[in-house]
């Protein structure tokens, strides 16, 4: 991960939700990315027929520190070789191409979700879940998927981990909970109502929140403590349930597990070594 990339994606994902001249001046940085790196933000807004106000609100916007920020990440975006766009597959079109057109759409979620990866709402999460004595993961549809994995992941280090995609059943958790618990809401569109309304219901209990969602402000990073964030992975039309924004959410599960494991390595190789013990009883 790192933290100068990720500009372009960002603003890819953002710009169709911007204000009129905070969108002008996305719209135009994408389409002359390498000259707007060496502009000023009095002459990024004089280019874009705005303001250089405009520009430090779409900085703003953006959940960047500044308008240095901002170039500096899509100068380290412009670094790379090879810019690959998402392909969606055709009628009747043949296997060898569909693995190719999924291989590349995976990889390229991947790198854009590390791309945009914030280092310190990392830390803060990691800590949040190092210190849990218990901790929910909710979901809905897809993002279930990767609440369960989480559980399943968490619970081999001896983590108190409960996944649930069952609102109800998840309130009923929550309510038992209080400030050193952690509540997980994923979610890709951010929008989940059953998410949000559970995230609020932990802030209302003092449980520290964290959202897993598409980057950008949302219903559900509304309430939520630590927003960690997935590229705006494209679906395919063809749509068998969510594919891009699943691999996403899963390699963030992974990132704070892993993340979680070498602060406490010690720890989480006697727990894994535990659970293979465990498990191996029912092999003899």
């Known amino acids: 991960m790192s933290h100068i990339k990720g500009g372009l994606v960002i603003l890819k994902d953002m710009v169709n939700s911007l204000p009129p001249s905070e969108k002008k001046i996305a719209e ?38 500044g308008f240095q920020e901002l170039k500096i990440r899509v100068a380290g975006d412009l670094q790379k070789q090879v810019v690959t766009e998402y392909r969606d597959i055709e009628p009747n079109e043949g296997f060898k191409n569909i693995i190719d057109k999924v291989t590349t ?10 791309d945009i990866m914030n280092e310190e709402d990392l830390q803060a999460a990691v800590k949040a879940l190092e210190n849990a004595p218990a901790i929910i993961f909710f979901g809905v549809g897809a993002s279930y998927i990767a609440a369960k994995d989480a559980e399943q992941k968490f619970l081999r280090i001896n983590k108190n ?22 509540v997980v809401g ?19 209990k003092n449980t520290t ?62 727990h894994l070594d535990e659970t293979r013990e465990a498990i191996s009883f029912f092999k003899k």
Do not use: W
């Open 105 to 114: 759409n995976t990889i390229q979620t991947l790198k854009e979700t590390a």
């Open 186 to 204: 994923i979610s890709f569109s951010g929008n989940t109502e059953e998410v949000a309304r559970l995230l609020k219901l932990a802030k209302h």
């Open 209 to 270: 929140t964290i959202s897993i969602t598409k980057y950008g402000n949302s219903l559900v990073s509304n309430y939520s403590d630590i927003q960690l964030h997935t590229s705006a992975a494209k679906e395919a039309t063809i749509r068998s349930g969510a594919t891009s924004s699943r691999i996403a959410q899963l390699q963030v599960i992974d990132i704070l597990f892993m993340c979680l494991a070498s602060v406490q390595y010690e720890e989480t190789v006697r």
């Open 28 to 65: 135009y940085i994408l389409k002359n990315p390498e000259e707007s790196i060496l502009l000023t933000a009095l002459m990024l807004g004089e280019k874009s027929k705005t303001s250089s106000a405009a520009v430090i609100r779409l900085c703003k916007s953006l959940g960047f520190r």
């Open 161 to 182: 981990a409960y996944a649930f995609s069952d609102a109800h059943m998840a309130a009923t958790s929550i309510a038992n909970k209080g400030p050193n618990d952690v």
